[in-house]
T-cell receptor
Framework: AQSVTQLGSHVSVSEGALVLLRCNYS??????LFWYVQYPNQGLQLLLK??????LVKGINGFEAEFKKSETSFHLTKPSAHMSDAAEYFC????????????FGTGTKLQVIP | GAGVSQSPSNKVTEKGKDVELRCDPI?????LYWYRQSLGQGLEFLIY????????KSGLPSDRFSAERTGGSVSTLTIQRTQQEDSAVYLC???????????FGPGTRLTVL
């Protein structure tokens, strides 16, 4: 079955340190890929999306993600964490071809330590 | 409206009662999704609408759950004979097309006592 995996349900980084949140998908066909962020007590909002135009995608708030077909990955990064980045991050996938179904990862909670 | 709206924002009900949750998608968005987010859990897909039809109902957890969409716009998620395990935040999202970005509503927090 097609799936999306987020490694690490909780990630802690120091303020100013690199943020790396991992997402792997399972498909031989490049899918549509998204990262969403959910701040405490708020709804989800889109950080960035990959739609095959470019492998390195830049999003809001300094986040970016790189699509690596050879690794079936779409990891989210930010060079320097800020306290306001503390939130839960969800990777989402839509597989092209046949019936297209949206699948969300289980989420990664990011804690930023001052 | 400018975004996806959901009502009510909070609903407290007694076990065994029926509840209806409403979603108003962004005007013109043909795709509409319902998700459930339980404490400590990720997003659980419930149902997807394209227009008024639901090609994918695979996520509905039991036959107590049903949903409809009318006029290609407003959708209602109905839970009959609610159970305590139904307590969660129910999120609605809409998108302009199937592969597009989903815009999420603020959710309805359901508490079943």
């Amino acid at each position: 079955a097609q799936s999306v995996t987020q490694l690490g349900s909780h990630v802690s980084v120091s303020e100013g340190a690199l943020v790396l949140l991992r997402c792997n998908y399972s498909s031989s066909v490049p899918p549509y890929l998204f990262w969403y962020v959910q701040y405490p007590n708020q709804g989800l909002q889109l950080l960035l999306k990959y739609t095959s135009a470019a492998t390195l995608v830049k999003g809001i708030n300094g986040f970016e993600a790189e699509f690596k077909k050879s690794e079936t990955s779409f990891h989210l990064t930010k060079p320097s964490a800020h306290m306001s980045d503390a939130a839960e991050y969800f990777c989402a996938v839509i597989y092209s071809g046949g019936y297209q179904k949206v699948t969300f990862g289980t989420g990664t909670k990011l804690q930023v330590i001052p | 409206g400018a975004g996806v709206s959901q009502s009510p924002s909070n609903k407290v009900t007694e076990k065994g009662k029926d509840v209806e949750l409403r979603c108003d998608p962004i005007s013109g968005h043909t795709a509409l999704y319902w998700y459930r987010q339980s404490l400590g859990q990720g997003l659980e897909f419930l149902i997807y609408f394209q227009g008024n039809s639901a090609p994918d109902k695979s996520g509905l957890p039991s036959d107590r759950f049903s949903a409809e969409r009318t006029g290609g716009s407003v959708s209602t998620l109905t839970i009959q004979r609610t159970q305590q395990e139904d307590s969660a935040v129910y999120l609605c999202a809409s998108s302009l097309r199937r592969e597009g970005e989903q815009f999420f509503g603020p959710g309805t927090r359901l508490t079943v006592l």
